[in-house]
């Protein structure tokens, strides 16, 4: 892997790996501002496959599906992502592509395109999960936009301008910092004069983020979804978690496979699936951004089994607040959850994602060597300490149930 | 080595040939090479919800769940605990046609993740010991108090969470219409009362008759050395004289002369719908190729022709999603047109797509889409190749499901021969706007 900085300063990671047929592109353009309405940036990145100057949105279709060259934009918490996946002979043209999204994006379509997303949003909404899932990170990241789920944007988009979007845009574009990844059977003496090609015009700044501080969670917030023909309650419970740059991110990594974010063998999938029968799905989920973060556990089960499996969280939460875990459980872990990321760059589009995402974080594409050695020397002191810095505080819990269950667990007053 | 018999089979966009072993046994054993740090070892088995009935309806899918409940060497989850000590993904999946069981692991600095792995795999796959206490009680699942739940009950929650998927709904009220008499159209899981009632008894029978040598296929992939590994896979593998039995076949059913339409009700706000038509037996490579072709222009992708006509193009937006799949089955395929949209222009969504159907079977493909639709199944091809668990899982379909890799070779070479008489021609004759089966998911308030 070899970084390199491009004229207008976008820092640059290439990897080759040879004998590989298709080469991954991953582009990052850091959020530096909350969105004045719900929305626009996920209407923004839809509007990106929407036509250039140079491309009806069906030309860009065609080009693409004809040349087999995967887009996907994203909008993350904290950036938007454009990732690119070629066969290798068609990189240039994959770049031009690119480029001209970026450039030339007309945004048109613009009033078509929202009643297009509030439709795929409500589609999503019934899904009882989906629907849960949204008012669980509404709750936890209550008045703060990494709290903004679809039923939000569904009420809010209608109220986007052209010219808020077009505004938004021109800040993103000009102003905020950029940085892009490379992963494939590449030359870096062929691939660096294409970026300086197609990327020049684009500017890179590293600007001051101006968005809005995550307040504390200061009491447990409980929210309900009355759904009576739902054959599971789906329930959510979260923490607020540090952010990827604290001092706690590998014990908390840890913590996490401890607890359920990985395969057969967690506490949780152990207690509350394999000896209670609870349930299917049941797992842990820690999810780091730049402001913040959080922590949380999902389980979806019959709904006469609420306060079973409420019971059986708060069991193993307390648990590994109280009870310092064993040398072998702690051993397992790490080997474990280090063993797991070599699938997180297994293909080059993870690869070149990873490393994109460690730099745009300005951690260096080579955090992956320093993190593993973070998890190597967590001690089991750290799991408990970290458990009961973070657990002790206030929680947000979401459950979707049909309405008399959610009596029955004491939810919800006849 | 003795008894052994080597294919060699040229596989694109991999370094070396696939070398597949089949053993006097009949088990066989696959080696694809695949540079990098992880390596998968899985086991295919030919059986699934195809070889079901009526009364055992899920037990393909609950085996696959009780195979990870200990064997006379490990007891219930060590199997989990040691290879997810060590970074692996352990898991397994059950289909209409078959079952398999997979660990992906980092290959580690020396052999001892490769030979635990394998061994336990071996294990786990030949000496399952399924234990009463594990299954759990029988129960009445009328009955709302019981109190030791086992894994009946999680598999029971499995069927709970898909009733809760529309998209899943939709999906089982297609699939059940589209067949008569044959297998396939069961749902793969079962459903409740099967299995909160299936005897250990019956589960061990059915593991006895379909888990022969002859019926599994153990793939390997990694950066390996296949001199090394092959010996000790065929040891690890001792079938230990288990016989084998032919497997059962069943008559092909035919598509639906009318079409049949299904509405059910949900509390959603959306409606969902489904088109399904029967497409051909997975052997058939070229036919199924130009389906997966017509089923890739048709709806993949923001290029396609419903997405373009019933969303991008639509003077009024009716849709909110619209795509399709071709799935693959030994004895006939699927082609489906799934589609979500506003409930209160129901006729409108079926006629929509019906008049896209009828204009592919009328007018054909365009060059420029056959030629989109050849590279697009190139680069998917492409695409499964970069990791070791896509690897296995094609090579694993393909031995399973048609018995041969070869049909890796034929397939490439379909997707260069294919015309556009040829696609024309297959549209017309699976794609009828007459023939299709249709179910539709809406809202509550809808219902007369």
Redesign the interface.
């Known amino acids: 892997m070899e970084k390199y900085t491009l004229t207008n300063g976008i820092r640059t990671i290439i990897k080759r790996n040879k004998?590989?047929?298709?080469t991954a592109i991953a582009l990052y353009f850091k959020l530096n501002n909350d969105e004045e309405k719900s929305g626009l940036y996920y209407l923004m990145i839809q509007l990106f496959?929407q036509g250039t100057k140079n491309r009806t949105?069906?030309q860009l279709?065609?080009e693409?599906?004809?040349?087999?060259i995967d887009l996907n934009i994203e909008k993350k918490a904290d950036y938007i992502r454009f990732k690119l996946?070629c066969?290798n002979e068609d990189i240039n043209l994959a770049l031009e592509i690119l480029q001209d999204i970026i450039e030339n994006s007309t945004f048109n379509e613009f009033e078509?395109e929202i009643?297009?997303i509030k439709?795929?949003f409500?589609?999503d909404?019934?899904?009882?999960?989906v629907k849960a899932q949204d008012e669980y990170y509404r709750t936890i990241f209550k008045n703060h936009p990494y709290g903004i789920g679809r039923k939000e944007v569904i009420e809010q988009i209608s109220k986007i301008t052209k010219e808020d979007l077009l505004k938004a845009y021109e800040e993103i574009k000009n102003y905020g910092q950029k940085n892009i990844s490379i992963a494939g059977d590449i030359d870096k003496e062929i691939i660096i004069p294409l970026l300086e090609k197609h990327l020049c015009n684009i500017k890179n700044t590293e600007l001051k983020d101006n968005r809005k501080k995550v307040e504390p969670l200061n009491k447990n917030i409980v929210s309900i979804i009355e759904?009576?023909?739902?054959?599971?309650a789906q329930i959510f419970m979260g923490w607020r978690f540090p952010n990827i740059y604290s001092e706690d991110y590998a014990t908390i990594i840890l913590l996490n496979t401890i607890l359920g974010s990985?395969?057969?063998?967690s506490r949780l999938f152990?207690e509350l699936?394999?000896k209670?029968?609870?349930?299917?799905?049941v797992r842990s989920v820690y999810e780091p951004f730049i402001l913040s973060g959080h922590f949380f556990v999902y389980i979806?089960?019959?709904p006469?089994n609420i306060k079973t499996s409420l019971n059986g969280f708060d069991k193993e939460i307390n648990k590994i607040m109280t009870e310092i875990i064993s040398d072998k459980e702690l051993?397992?872990?790490k080997?474990?959850?280090?063993?797991?990321?070599?699938?997180y760059s297994?293909?080059?589009l993870l690869e070149a994602s990873l490393s994109g995402y460690y730099e745009f974080l300005g951690l260096g594409f080579d955090y992956e060597e320093k993190l593993i050695d973070s998890i190597k020397n967590v001690t089991k002191e750290q799991i408990i300490e970290t458990a009961k810095k973070y657990f002790a505080e206030s929680s947000a819990l979401c459950v979707l149930a049909p309405r008399k269950y959610l009596i029955e667990a004491d939810l919800l007053k006849i | 080595m003795k008894n052994i018999k080597k294919t060699l089979i040229k596989y694109p966009?991999l370094?070396k040939p696939v070398e597949i072993y089949e053993r006097e046994c009949g088990h066989k054993i696959v080696f694809a090479y695949k540079?990098?740090?992880?390596i998968n070892i899985s086991s295919w088995v030919k059986t699934g919800s195809i070889n079901e009935n009526d009364e055992n309806n899920g037990i393909s899918h609950f085996l696959e769940h009780l195979m990870?409940k200990g064997t006379n060497k490990h007891k219930?989850?060590e199997f989990?605990?040691i290879l997810?000590?060590?970074?692996?993904?352990?898991?397994a999946a059950t289909w209409k046609d078959y079952t398999f069981y997979y660990v992906?692991?980092?290959k580690g600095s020396d052999e001892r993740n490769f030979n635990d792995t394998l061994d336990l795999h071996a294990d786990m796959m030949l000496d399952p010991i399924i234990p009463d206490n594990e299954i759990?009680e029988p129960f009445d699942i009328e009955n709302?108090n019981i109190k030791?739940?086992?894994?009946?009950?999680?598999?029971?929650?499995?069927i709970?969470?898909r009733?809760?998927?529309?998209w899943t709904k939709v999906y089982n009220q297609t699939n059940q219409n589209m067949y008569t008499t044959h297998p396939y159209k069961r749902d793969v899981i079962g459903n409740e009362q099967i299995i909160s009632t299936i005897t250990r008894e019956c589960i061990l029978d059915y593991y006895r008759t379909h888990y022969t040598p002859n019926n599994i296929t153990t793939i390997i992939v990694g950066e390996l050395n296949p001199d090394e590994i092959i010996p000790k896979v065929a040891k690890a593998f001792d079938f230990k004289g288990r016989k084998n039995r032919e497997n059962d076949k069943y008559k092909i059913d035919i598509p639906t002369q009318t079409t049949k339409y299904v509405e059910t009700y949900?509390?959603?706000?959306?409606g969902?719908l489904m088109f399904g038509y029967l497409g051909a037996q997975a052997i058939d490579i070229k036919t199924c190729t130009i389906l997966e072709m017509l089923a890739l222009i048709l709806g993949q992708?923001?290029?396609?022709r419903l997405?373009?006509e019933l969303?991008?193009?639509a003077e009024k937006?009716i849709?909110?999603?619209v795509s399709t799949d071709y799935y693959h089955f030994r004895d006939g395929g699927n082609l489906f047109i799934q589609a979500?949209f506003?409930p209160n222009e129901k006729e409108n969504a079926i006629n929509l797509i019906k008049e896209q159907i009828h204009k592919i079977c009328t007018d054909g493909i365009t060059e420029?889409e056959l030629?989109?639709a050849k590279?697009?199944l190139?680069?998917?091809f492409?695409?499964n190749?970069?990791?070791?668990s896509d690897i296995a899982e094609t090579i694993g379909f393909y031995m399973t499901v048609c018995n041969k890799l070869e049909c890796v070779e034929e397939y490439m070479h379909a997707i260069e021969e294919i015309t556009l008489e040829d696609i024309k021609n297959i549209s017309q004759s699976y794609l009828d706007i007459n023939k299709a089966v249709i179910s539709v998911l809406m809202p509550e308030s809808y219902k007369k």
């Open positions: 004998n590989t047929p298709r496959y949105s069906e279709a065609n693409l599906d004809e040349n087999a996946l066969l078509k009643i297009k439709g795929e409500e589609s909404l019934d899904s009882a999960k759904k009576e023909d739902a054959n599971q990985s395969g057969l063998s152990l699936r394999e209670q029968g609870l349930a299917y799905t979806a089960t019959e006469k051993e397992e872990a080997n474990n959850a280090i063993g797991k990321r070599q699938f297994e293909t080059n | 966009y370094e540079r990098g740090s992880l990870f219930a989850g989990d605990r997810e000590s060590r970074g692996a993904i352990v898991n992906t692991i980092p759990g709302p030791t739940k086992r894994e009946r009950h999680v598999v029971i929650e499995e709970r969470m009733k809760d998927q529309p949900s509390r959603i706000n959306t969902f992708g923001q290029s396609s997405y373009q969303i991008e193009k937006q849709f909110n999603i979500n506003k420029k030629k989109k590279k697009k190139k680069a998917g492409a695409e190749s970069e990791s070791v």
